[in-house]
């Protein structure tokens, strides 16, 4: 079920940003950005309830202004502080259930735009560690590696007998996407490998089981064969996305878009917050 949750939103997100392929970055994130701004206002319309948002939010003030005014009145200044709480938890709970519409889409959402703007291809020239990890211990036969044309194996494999796992260190020498196969005790798994450029999804781990992880690693799917192998793993180095000189996460970007252009739409939409 996980599996195809995964690759029915990672298809989705790959025809959504069809169009942004050959621009930078930002240009896909800014996209992404105004389309949750919209989905999150279209929610807001049909669930929260702007009158009775608004009525919470007059009463807070009315009763923080009530502190300041009447300072000298104990009884009043304690019994505005606790109707100011109360109008607060209804504030909160008024929001809550567009917020809970929400929130499963935007992680899902969340996911695919990291694998694809948080981390970028490996490019030539340099070192890439692959890790197999192992649910118990490590297996006690030959390990064997075939990374295809575009890397090339810069050391033997490391037991690391405390972490349970066994390493590799590669180098990438061409552009491509090679699936490395790891084989031990007679096992043999695989794992994608980019090398080069553009904004492809990637992965830093491919599981052999589904569980709540499966849904951080939602590019490749289950290994082949699940024992005794856990896990096959690479760390790819990290994307920052540039706008105006300015160069930084990616989550940054779009939560300036989001929030800027919900924030100037919500009269529009009769939405309030």
């Not at 990374?147 to 494999?157: D, I, K, S």
């Not at 589904?210 to 289950?222: C, M």
Request: some cysteine; charged content about 20%.
């Amino acid at each position: 079920m996980l599996q195809k949750i995964n690759y029915l939103a990672t298809r989705a997100c790959d025809v959504l940003l069809l169009p942004f392929a050959k621009l930078p970055p930002f240009w896909g994130v800014l996209f992404l950005g105004v389309l949750t701004s919209l989905f999150v206002l279209v929610i807001y319309r049909w669930i929260s309830s702007p009158d009775k948002v608004r009525e919470a939010k007059d009463r807070i003030k009315a009763n923080i202004l009530a502190i300041r005014l009447y300072r000298d009145f104990w009884r009043t200044i304690v019994g505005s502080f606790f109707k100011s709480l109360f109008y607060t938890g209804k504030y909160f709970a008024l929001n809550l259930a567009p917020l809970l519409a929400v929130l499963p889409l935007l992680f899902l959402l969340f996911v695919q735009m990291d694998v694809r703007y948080g981390m970028r291809p490996f490019r030539p020239g340099e070192s890439v560690t692959l890790k197999a990890s192992f649910a118990g211990g490590i297996a006690g036969g030959e390990a064997g590696l075939k990374p295809g044309a575009e890397l090339r194996a810069a050391m033997n494999p490391v037991y690391v007998d405390a972490l349970g796992e066994i390493d590799w260190k590669l180098k990438a020498v061409a552009p491509g996407a090679p699936d490395v196969a790891i084989t031990v005790d007679g096992v043999t798994v695989s794992k994608k490998v980019v090398v080069g450029g553009g904004q492809p999804a990637l992965s830093n781990r491919r599981l052999a089981s589904s569980s709540l992880a499966h849904f951080i690693y939602p590019v490749e799917t289950l290994l082949e064969a699940r024992a005794p192998i856990r896990a096959v793993s690479v760390q790819y180095p990290p994307r920052s996305i540039s706008f105006l000189g300015i160069r930084t996460h990616w989550l940054v970007w779009y939560l300036v878009v989001t929030f800027v252009l919900a924030l100037a739409l919500k009269n529009k939409f009769g939405v309030e917050f």
